[in-house]
């Protein structure tokens, strides 16, 4: 038994480096897919719950690489933070979605229900350039500026709060709208929701699940709770993570405007979108 386990520790520290020299490995083709043009964008349906309209998109991207093929941004993400490509990748990322945007802009049911929302990272919002690519591309798209949605998670919105506030007021005056992503999920979450000029809230998917939770009976009045501190400040909500129909009912009783998840559809290549946008046009 005692050899097994020292084979066992031999293989663990095989696997280690495995992982450290594939995160190496990624980490330098991260480099070069921007400018190959490597990274994809897919869109997952945002839903007014009442009545189960098109309300918009979130956008997520995705990495093709040429040999592991489709890499979920949870295994690229965090490296392009860590070396810094996540800048020129989160423009390319932006100036895709505002161009899509205005492509599909017929389509969406009004001006109010006219959501393009685009993850930030925060050190993306460290680069002071930020301000001018935004500006940039809805320039260059011809994008409304409020159909941009910006989405910035709690972790984010707690660190260096002077340059945060400052940097978020300076993309809020083009006249996107800033969402907070993962609600709920952090800490102080109350105090800088005055301090920033937030116009959504994106309710964790944790909370969703906790709807309809047998083992979790505070589970409603957790959702409840972040649905009616989001009215009472004037901010939209937007559930996350819904995956079955009690789900979106139960929000939809608690008065949440919003929401997405594979309920109602995955994340999807635009090509697949077309068709579901063709209904919501006729629809109309
Ligand atoms: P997120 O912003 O919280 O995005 C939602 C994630 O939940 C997406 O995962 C989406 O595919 C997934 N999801 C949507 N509906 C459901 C559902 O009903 N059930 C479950 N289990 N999952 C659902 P994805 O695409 O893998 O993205 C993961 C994270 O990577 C995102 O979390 C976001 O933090 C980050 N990310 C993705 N694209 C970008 C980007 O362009 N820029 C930055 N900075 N981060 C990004
Ligand atoms: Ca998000
Ligand atoms: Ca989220």
Redesign the pocket.
Known sequence: AKAQGKGRHVLFEASMEAEVLDRLELEADLLRAVERHEIA??Y?PVIALDGETLAGF????RWNHPTRGLV???HF?PLAEDNGS?VA??RQ?LRTACAQAVRWIDAFPSEERRIMS????GR?LEDPGIVADVAGALADSGLPADALVL?I?ETVLMQDTEATIERLSALKALGVRLAV??FGTGYSSLRYLRRFPIDILKMA?PFVDGLVDADDPDGRALARAIVDLAASLNLSCIA????VGAQAEALRALGCGMG????FA??MAPGDLEALLGDAGAAR
Do not use: C, M, W, Y
């Not at 979130?58 to 991207?61: D, G, M, P, T």
């Not at 996350?240 to 995956?243: A, L, N, T, Y």
């Open positions: 964008v897919h997952q979130e956008v997520l991207a979920p941004p949870p993400i996540i990748l989160g990322v685009v993850n930030l990272s993306q989405e998670t992503d993962d998917k996350e993570g819904i995956e997405q998840g594979f309920h995955r994340p």
